[in-house]
């Protein structure tokens, strides 16, 4: 590397003006490719559609995305940092714990509403066990904890007092619970989608009500009977396709 400081300042320029504009071009691609999906389908669209429609090169675009899997699996990962970001201020004012998931759970709903056109397409093929854009699939993993993580924090930084039973399994039932929240709302055509609001707001006073009573010693049978469907639940989840 030189020792020249002009030049290290004019390299370093450099490589973040090539990051920026990496960045741009895939966030360009990954547009594209929602557009083209919702337009033409899952199956007929092909990577070489996305690289001509987005005008970069069919090697540019699976430099960025190696199959159109991965352009699925961005489009969650954008999909969760959507959601995160809109969940922020919820997370950093209150801390009952019902009003941080209701907050919470709007927030999805809110940061989903532009794929909605979008959505069926995608679950025509994600419903599918076998497929790697199985929410519940290996390929879909990284997202998944993630999503986790932020229920995590829904629970653990609120008021809530949970029996130790529950405290480690709550997050991962939130996150199954919220996934129930979504396929409801793919098939969701009321105005503005507030069918899947009013259940969202519904089922989270359910859930705050069941959660401020969990610490009851009459509930833990239940409690366990729960854990135990649970288990069950993921000893069945669909995984990827061997390759």
């Given amino acids: 590397m030189s020792s020249n400081p002009d030049l290290r300042f004019a390299a370093a320029k450099h490589e973040e003006l090539a990051t920026e504009k990496g960045a741009r071009t895939r966030a360009h691609i990954l547009d594209t490719a929602l557009r083209l999906f919702h337009e033409r389908g899952w199956r007929e669209t092909t990577m070489r559609a996305v690289a001509t429609e987005a005008g970069v090169s069919l090697g540019n675009a699976y430099y960025y995305f190696s199959s159109k ?18 969940s922020a201020d919820v997370l950093a004012n209150e801390t009952a714990f019902g009003e941080r998931l209701r907050g919470v759970m709007r927030a999805k709903l809110d940061t989903l509403a532009p794929y909605h056109r979008f959505a069926a397409v995608l679950f025509s093929t994600a419903a599918d066990p076998a497929s790697p854009l199985n929410p519940w699939s290996e390929a879909s993993a990284a997202v998944r904890r993630e999503a986790t993580a932020l229920f995590g924090r829904v629970l653990h930084e609120s008021d809530a007092r949970v029996p130790k039973i529950l405290e480690s399994e709550l997050p991962e039932l939130l996150w199954t619970y919220h996934m129930g929240i979504i396929l409801f709302w793919i098939h969701d055509r009321s105005p503005g989608c507030a ?10 006073e359910l859930i705050a009500r069941l959660v401020a009573v969990s610490r009851l010693p009459p509930l833990r049978p239940l409690i366990r009977a729960l854990l135990a469907v649970m288990d069950e639940v993921r000893g069945a989840a669909p995984q990827s396709a061997p390759a």
């Fill in 195 to 204: 069918a899947s609001y009013r259940l969202a707001e519904r089922t989270v």
């Fill in 69 to 86: 899997e991965s352009l699925i699996q961005a489009i969650y990962a954008r999909s969760h940092e959507e959601h995160a970001d809109a």
